[in-house]
């Protein structure tokens, strides 16, 4: 094999190689970058069509068909927009765009979460809330959330 061919060889492994490990992270579902950030799937809900995601700067994108609303537990309402932007870095979320949740008869955004050891703490700007990561296992479904015996997905 001559020097040229067996060089242009190398570098063809080479390109490929790199192209292959770099088409691999677009193989991760949203689910799997959320848990490389030390966060549970249970923040989104079932059924994230898409992402963009800038690992320099952190700022993301998901997709979902169209809006998706229920209610965990017979307490909180909360509703995802169609596009959730933000800011995703170790343990802390924030710029949050597209997540709201309603308490009494006001929707307030949830605009930042962070992760504390088990906990979540979830901020709508003036006041916040803490709940253990057990609660997140699960993602949720739009229309039943947790509750969804006998209820196809929406």
């Given at each position: 094999?001559s020097?040229i061919?067996?060089?242009?060889?190398?570098?063809?492994?080479f390109?490929?190689?790199?192209?292959?490990?770099s088409?691999?992270?677009?193989?991760?579902?949203?689910?799997?970058?959320?848990?490389?950030?030390?966060?549970?799937?249970?923040?989104?809900?079932?059924?994230?069509?898409?992402?963009?995601?800038?690992?320099?700067?952190?700022?993301?994108?998901?997709?979902?068909?169209?809006?998706c609303?229920?209610?965990?537990e017979?307490?909180?309402?909360?509703?995802?927009?169609?596009?959730?932007?933000?800011?995703?870095?170790?343990?802390?979320?924030?710029?949050?765009?597209?997540?709201?949740?309603?308490?009494?008869?006001?929707?307030?955004?949830?605009?930042?979460?962070v992760r504390?050891?088990?906990?979540?703490?979830?901020?709508?700007?003036?006041?916040?809330?803490?709940?253990?990561?057990?609660?997140?296992?699960?993602?949720?479904?739009?229309?039943?959330?947790?509750?969804?015996?006998?209820?196809?997905?929406?």
């Amino acid at each position: 094999m001559s020097r040229i061919t067996f060089v242009s060889a190398v570098v063809i492994c080479f390109i490929s190689t790199t192209s292959f490990a770099s088409a691999d992270d677009h193989i991760l579902s949203a689910y799997q970058v959320l848990q490389q950030y030390d966060f549970p799937i249970g923040i989104l809900p079932v059924g994230v069509t898409g992402y963009e995601l800038n690992r320099d700067t952190g700022e993301f994108a998901a997709y979902l068909n169209g809006t998706c609303k229920f209610s965990l537990e017979g307490s909180y309402t909360l509703e995802y927009k169609s596009t959730i932007t933000g800011v995703i870095s170790k343990d802390r979320l924030k710029n949050l765009k597209g997540v709201s949740v309603k308490v009494l008869f006001f929707w307030l955004n949830i605009v930042e979460v962070v992760r504390d050891g088990d906990e979540l703490q979830f901020s709508v700007g003036i006041a916040s809330a803490n709940f253990l990561i057990d609660n997140f296992v699960e993602s949720p479904q739009c229309g039943c959330g947790l509750n969804c015996n006998g209820v196809e997905d929406h």
